[in-house]
């Protein structure tokens, strides 16, 4: 049974950083993708990262290239999201999604492509 935990939610000031973790259990297989999503409320879920464990590529969305960062720590089984520089239009709710298999990087940041998500963190970011 695939599990996907999230934490490292919080409330922080604009310019600051947090570090989602995202810790994956039950794949059966190595070749699985793990998206990144938020949701703030009355807005749609939007994709903001994928990882594809099988090659280790990844890809961002426009809106936070350059300030945050997806990896993986192989030791612990933990996909992890580096936010720096945030600001309040990143404030919302941060799903981890999975699924079997790998998605071209191109359409890996629509929900539709996920069978596995998590409970979400959450995310403020305010003055």
């Known amino acids: 049974q695939v599990q996907l935990v999230e934490s490292g939610g919080g409330l922080v000031h604009p310019g600051e950083s947090l570090r989602l973790s995202c810790d994956v259990s039950?794949?059966?297989?190595?070749?699985?993708?793990i998206g990144w999503f938020r949701q703030a409320p009355g807005k749609e879920r939007e994709g903001v990262a994928c990882?594809?464990?099988?090659?280790?590529?990844?890809t961002h969305a426009d809106s936070v290239k350059g300030r945050f960062t997806v990896s993986r720590d192989y030791t612990k089984n933990t996909i992890y999201l580096q936010m720096n520089n945030l600001k309040p239009g990143d404030t919302g709710r941060y799903y981890c999604s999975g699924r079997y298999g790998r998605l071209l990087l191109s359409a890996c940041m629509s929900p539709d492509g996920y069978a596995y998500w998590g409970q979400g963190t959450q995310v403020t970011v305010s003055e």
């Open positions: 039950g794949f059966a297989q190595r070749d699985y993708t």
């Open positions: 990882f594809r464990n099988s090659d280790r590529s990844n």
